[in-house]
């Protein structure tokens, strides 16, 4: 493995710019997730619900498929031997 630091801009922790969707995990949370992880973390409104991820009334995006990368995404988490309880932790998390 390798790890890579990145630096962040400042203004998109707090404030994403007009037309950007930041924090993909959760709009993949809010659309594909199940119904029982929708319910279990409140997240049972789309993503245009929540005050930071409506900020740059960008939901989605032209070639993301949400339901896709989420799929994707498990079977990533799958490949690495996180158990669905592991999972269901970093969602707790995330949501």
């Known amino acids: 493995g390798r790890v890579t630091n990145y630096l962040l801009e400042k203004a998109r922790l707090v404030f994403p710019g007009p037309g950007e969707r930041n924090f993909?995990?959760?709009?993949?949370?809010?659309?594909a997730g199940t119904q029982q992880e929708k319910e279990?973390?409140?997240?049972?409104?789309?993503?245009?619900?929540?005050?930071?991820?409506?900020q740059s009334e960008c939901y989605n995006v032209q070639g993301i498929?949400?339901?896709?990368?989420?799929?994707?995404?498990?079977?990533a988490f799958n490949?690495?031997?996180?158990?669905?309880?592991?999972?269901?932790?970093?969602f707790r998390a995330v949501a």
């Not at 279990?40 to 409506?54: D, I, K, N, R, V």
């Not at 498929?65 to 079977?75: A, F, P, S």
């Not at 490949?79 to 970093?90: A, H, K, R, Y």
């Open 24 to 31: 993909h995990i959760f709009y993949m949370l809010t659309k």
């Open 40 to 54: 279990a973390y409140y997240l049972t409104q789309g993503p245009e619900s929540f005050w930071y991820l409506s």
């Open 65 to 75: 498929d949400d339901h896709k990368e989420m799929q994707e995404l498990r079977q």
């Open 79 to 90: 490949t690495l031997g996180f158990s669905n309880d592991e999972l269901q932790n970093v």
